[in-house]
Every structure is written in C-alpha cells, then in structure tokens.
C-alpha cells in the first residue's frame, strides 16, 4: 500500500491582482521607456537655442525615467510569468518608490513659494492652497497605494502563486 503514486499539489491559482500588477508594470514601464527616451531626443533643439540649464535638467529626468523603467519592465514580466525573484524584486522596486515620495514632499512646498504669499481670500491664493493640497493629497495617497500593493505581495496567498 506505501507504494501508491502521490498525486501531484495543483500549481496555485494566478490571481487577478498579480496578473493585473505585472501587466500595469510592463505597460507603465513601457510608456516610460518610451517617454524618457522621446525627452532624451527633443531636448537637443531647446540646447541650440541656448537653454542649456533646462536642458540638462530635463536630460536627468529623461535618464532617471529610462533607469526606472528598465527594471521595472523586467520585474513585470517576471511577476507575470510567476517568478520568485521579480516578487521580491516589485517589493523592494515599492519601497525605493515610497523612499523617493518621502523626498518628494519638500518639492511642492519650495515649488508653491515661487508664487510668493498670496492672501488665501483671492482667487489665486486659493487656488495655490487648492493645489497644495491636491500635490500632498495625491503624494499621500500614491504612497498608501504603494504601502497596500507591497504588503498585498507580501502575504501568503499571493507568495503561494510564485516558483
């Protein structure tokens, strides 16, 4: 009788929310790619006329977009195809992306001081004060987003689903 074949565990099911994850990743990373090498590309004329500070400005952005992009990409497609590695992989790609919203937050701040002080009893000084709260608003709610999407593929169900 101890000699009966064992049938074989059945592969967990693939999830929704890892499969919708992995094709949003490979999309939004695609898209990027794409962007930040079309930024890279039309900057030149802007050099000719003499921007060279915005230029080089925007030749950073243009780089950072690439680099981000490229992992990303890769990541996806592994989370897509069930990989190990691209799961932790998305965790750690999630928490680089939270580290860079928490150095994000004095931007806006330094970016709404250009307008100058403006009565917030004006059209424009609510304005200002409308957009601020949407910039933090929104930093802080991509952020809870990302905090959720990580500890979602932190857990068992979904660590089943990955070889």
């Not at 890769?74 to 992989?89: D, H, M, N, P, Q």
């Not at 004060?129 to 169900?157: C, E």
Request: net charge positive.
């Amino acid at each position: 009788m101890s000699n009966l074949p064992v049938a074989p565990t059945p592969p967990a099911p693939h999830s929704t929310f890892v499969t919708s994850l992995a094709w949003s990743g490979i999309i939004g990373g695609a898209f990027c790619l794409v962007s930040g090498i079309f930024q890279f590309l039309m900057t030149e004329p802007f050099a000719e006329q003499g921007f060279i500070d915005i230029v080089a400005q925007l030749k950073k952005y243009a780089w950072m977009s690439i680099a981000g992009a490229v992992p990303l990409i890769i990541v996806s497609w592994g989370l897509l195809i069930r990989k190990e590695w691209a799961r932790r992989g998305m965790i750690v790609l999630i928490a680089a992306a939270v580290l860079a919203h928490a150095a994000l937050v004095p931007i806006p701040q330094k970016s709404f001081g250009l307008a100058g002080e403006l009565d917030p009893n004006t059209l424009s000084g609510m304005i200002i004060g409308m957009m601020k709260w949407i910039a933090y608003g929104g930093l802080a709610f991509a952020t809870a987003v990302m905090v959720w999407v990580g500890r979602k593929l932190a857990i068992s169900p979904i660590k089943d689903e990955f070889s």
